[in-house]
């Protein structure tokens, strides 16, 4: 069962507080393997990659064999059924069709004195993206990843993707394939991502490295941010569904559990004004719970981690919902627009009975990398600008730089600066 | 003198690989004291924070001082001078102007399933502005930093500035009172960074912390992030001018002292096709330094970090450029328009011989806050974007739902997600 509290019952304040300060995540220290890893790499390069890859994918790999060739991806290809690869493709161009409206533009203005100001767009040169080896390794991450860089118009996209003895998903690689990823090497860990940020004799070094990863790649991703640059660290994923009495408890049970089932880590929590369907969805939790495949992790995610929240009022809701900053917010409410337009903090919001999450992870075209853990306070889901960065540009004639000099100066002066102040006067002794 | 290397010479791809490669920075380990900082501030809150400051800024403070109280900014206020003041309004007011072009705009849209998607930008619930104090203590990076953060609309702007011994500069004061900030404190160091991310009794928390810091304050803001969001860390300013023989050397010159003098770790470099005028500026560089108040800084970084590349064609220069990806760009060139068309990495370009980059650093409009340390390959400067968030919104009603659950159940059952399958499959048996 899950912790159930009501907002108008004594100690409620704390017992919110304790549930939104839970720690889910177990910190790994790991940090000083990683520190080691990306020492060797960059130091021996290739061949530290394939000592690693040895060691802990327990591959023998050369050189030649780090990149996955284009006939194996054709192979994989093959091997994956017609329909799952018709859904990628549906997939992939329905996140392509969203990502196009992203696109940023450029600007350009000539203001009253004559000066032009503005900024252009341009594409990151070289992303890598890394994707998790094994049970983890989801071709609807690669296409969230890829496309929208590919829509940036990034020119090289590289992808890392472990293959513990060899094994590979064939869905990943064909949907790195349908992606228009460019390279695919066969390395994971943190040497995959010391790879992709320093560079080595066979892989080109990137300017940026996204992807979710274990506590090895995050720790790598850390340590070389700033060399290059990274996306978000990803922690366990959240939904918080906020719905009235006239909302299906079945459904929304369905819904807590798909979240439940990616992560025993992973939090499912329902705000509702309706006591009996909050009783109604913890029965259909339980009952659905007796036939899932991965019941034991989504029964330990509810025990450990889910709450049903009552409240008097679904407004009442709204300062709750902004504390959570949950990665994905579902309203099922008479007023669920009206709901959501009141809400500041959320990765995603999905409206109306008719929207599982299920389907912004895999066709809405959405992106469905979304931040966790309370970051939607702050940041946002992954998107085409995260691929591209603003270059400001500034022109002033001799006209414009004489109407500004003189506050210039006197901040140049103001804050000690006297070469910038110079470097205006300069310019007006003509 | 600074370092003069030949495109057209031997050595010279190793000679600017070095170059490029160079640490300009000493990295201060201070990670371990900082830690031990926050966690006292986590555990004692302004006790802590009043520890350190009277231990770090020989300072006695008391809950009901660490705010500067709105009589102490009104006197701030009339002890600056009028010029100063009124530079300061020129550069808010062109400030605010340009980025009141970034605000971003929502999107709705219903595609041909009958589907809605779109996305919403809100602001962050609360933005802390961490100013340094002393000599660096700008009231252009004060504007900078705040005005993009009230064009974004976030509700509640909170500066932190230390005033060792009680000093403070009331130009900044100034600069925070036109700027609209809400709160300010007088505390600075890993202490504020601290009391901005986790709050205390009198300092409420913020969910993203902006501004330049020393050591302490750099690795404070990288401990806390996560908890709250913060801005790319920066480090040393660097000019790049790209010039043919058509510019003035001796505005190159002062121009490339105006960036040695932030700092002796400041870097300023010369790309030219024309050897005379490469002659004709290292010349200026010297005599201009010679009666510069601080040649003792500007000396040292020229002559440890200044670089002058002559290459063959400008053409040519471009995509070393690139591999520098510049704080800021100078182009002074007939074609400095083609020149900048060719660029894809660099911070702020300014186009001509009358845009000194000191008028985009004070009363351009565009920010000052740029990527440093070859960061411009992934990066943006700051904006508006950085002080709000998007929420993707989605709505399927049944029809669409029905079309697109084929798919969405495709590939949860591809990925071994069968609470995904089944959170789309229950709303269709009705």
Redesign the interface.
Same mark, same amino acid.
């Given at each position: 069962m899950a912790l159930r509290i009501d907002s108008r019952a004594p100690g409620f304040e704390e017992a919110l507080a304790r549930l939104l300060a839970m720690k889910r995540e177990v910190s790994q220290d790991v940090d000083e393997a990683v520190r080691a890893i990306i020492a060797d790499v960059a130091a021996r390069g290739d061949a530290a990659v394939i000592d690693y890859t040895r060691r802990f994918d327990g591959l023998a790999l050369t050189s030649g064999t780090l990149r996955i060739a284009p006939s194996e991806i054709e192979e994989a290809l093959a091997r994956c059924d017609a329909?799952?690869l018709?859904?990628?493709e549906?997939?992939k161009a329905r996140i392509e069709?969203?990502h196009r409206?992203q696109r940023p533009e450029d600007?350009a203005?000539t203001?009253d004195l004559g000066?032009?100001?503005g900024?252009r767009w341009?594409?990151?040169?070289a992303v890598g993206l890394y994707v998790p080896g094994g049970?983890a390794s989801?071709? +609807?991450s690669v296409l969230m990843n890829a496309v929208p860089a590919k829509v940036a118009g990034v020119p090289r996209i590289v992808m890392a993707v472990p293959s513990p003895r060899g094994e590979l998903n064939p869905?990943v690689l064909a949907a790195a394939h349908l992606a228009g990823v460019d390279e695919v090497y066969r390395i994971g860990g943190a040497q995959a991502v010391a790879a992709l940020a320093l560079g080595t004799a066979t892989i080109a070094p990137v300017?940026?490295i996204v992807g979710p990863g274990n506590a090895y790649v995050a720790a790598a991703k850390r340590r070389v941010f700033?060399t290059?640059?990274i996306d978000m660290?990803a922690g366990p994923s959240e939904v918080l569904v906020l719905a009235d009495g006239s909302a299906n408890p079945?459904?929304i049970a369905?819904?807590l559990?798909?979240q439940?089932?990616?992560d025993t880590a992973a939090q499912s929590v329902l705000i509702t004004d309706d006591a009996a369907l909050a009783d109604a969805v913890e029965r259909a939790v339980e009952a659905?719970l007796k036939t899932?495949?991965?019941a034991d992790i989504?029964g330990a995610s509810w025990r450990d981690f889910g709450a049903v929240i009552v409240v008097g009022h679904l407004a009442e809701a709204l300062p709750i919902v902004?504390r959570f900053a949950p990665e994905h917010l579902e309203i099922m409410a008479e007023d669920a627009d009206s709901l959501?337009a009141g809400?500041?903090?959320?990765?995603?919001?999905?409206?109306?009975?008719?929207?599982?999450?299920?389907?912004?992870?895999?066709?809405?075209?959405?992106?469905h990398v979304?931040?966790t853990?309370r970051?939607?306070?702050? +940041? +946002?889901?992954l998107?085409v600008?995260d691929f591209m960065?603003?270059? +400001?540009?500034?022109?002033?004639?001799?006209e414009?730089?004489r109407a500004?000099a003189?506050?210039?100066i006197?901040?140049?002066e103001?804050?000690?600066?006297?070469?910038?102040?110079?470097?205006?006067a300069?310019?007006l002794n003509r």
């Open positions: 329909k799952t018709a859904a990628l549906t997939a069709a969203f409206r600007l203005f203001d000066v032009t100001l900024w341009t594409a990151v040169e049970t989801y071709p +609807s869905l300017a940026k700033g290059v640059g660290i079945a459904w369905a819904d559990l798909a439940a089932e990616h659905q899932l495949p991965r989504a902004d959501a809400v500041r903090n959320a990765g995603a919001i999905f409206l109306g009975g008719h929207t599982p999450e299920a389907i912004g992870d895999y066709v809405g075209g959405s992106n979304l931040p853990a970051s939607a306070r702050f +940041s +946002s889901g998107g600008l960065k603003r270059t +400001s540009i500034l022109r002033c004639g001799p414009g730089l500004l003189p506050a210039a006197a901040l140049g103001a804050e000690g600066l006297d070469a910038h102040a110079r470097s205006v300069i310019r």
